[in-house]
């Protein structure tokens, strides 16, 4: 049994309000999206370093730079040398101090078999502690 309320008209009227139903659906679905994908997107690891109270390592007043030129020519400083003549530049320029830091400049062109041969050179005279230099850029990214 129905009962009708309305006595008016049997016309059907148009609802000029927007339906925000499916909008809110929507809203909550990308809420929920956002929620569980964010903790997934940080790739910090936390990890709590230890103190240190040491003093940085001061720079040689004297550093000794080993260059390789593009040429292959290899000079200790400004002194030309020979790949064979390596260690016995080398500790003539060190005073056979073996934990004396090492410069390694390499000219941009070189063969990567070349500056591989050059560092194998190094360690084998018993140098260990080495550094490859090169340009600093300012504002390089």
């Known amino acids: 049994m129905a009962i009708r309320l309305d006595h008016g008209s049997d016309e ?9 139903t499916p909008f809110i659906d929507v809203m909550l679905v990308i809420l929920i999206v956002f929620m569980v994908a964010a ?6 690891i936390p990890v709590d370093l230890p103190k240190s109270t040491a003093q940085a390592a001061p720079r040689p ?3 000794i730079y080993v260059t390789l030129k593009s040429d292959l ?8 040398i020979t790949l064979g003549g390596l260690p016995a530049a080398l500790d003539a320029a060190t005073s056979s ?3 004396e830091p090492i ?3 390499v000219d941009h062109g070189v063969p990567y078999g ?5 560092i194998e050179a190094v360690r084998t005279a018993g140098y260990h502690k080495f ?10 990214k």
């Open 114 to 118: 070349e500056f591989y041969h050059l």
């Open 61 to 63: 007043n004297q550093p």
């Open 12 to 20: 059907l009227t148009e609802l000029h309000d927007i339906n925000v």
């Open 131 to 140: 550094s490859l230099q090169g340009l600093e850029t300012r504002g390089a």
């Open 73 to 80: 020519g290899l000079t200790i400083g400004d002194v030309p």
């Open 103 to 105: 410069f390694l400049r």
């Open 39 to 44: 903790p997934l997107a940080t790739v910090d």
């Open 97 to 99: 101090n073996k934990d």
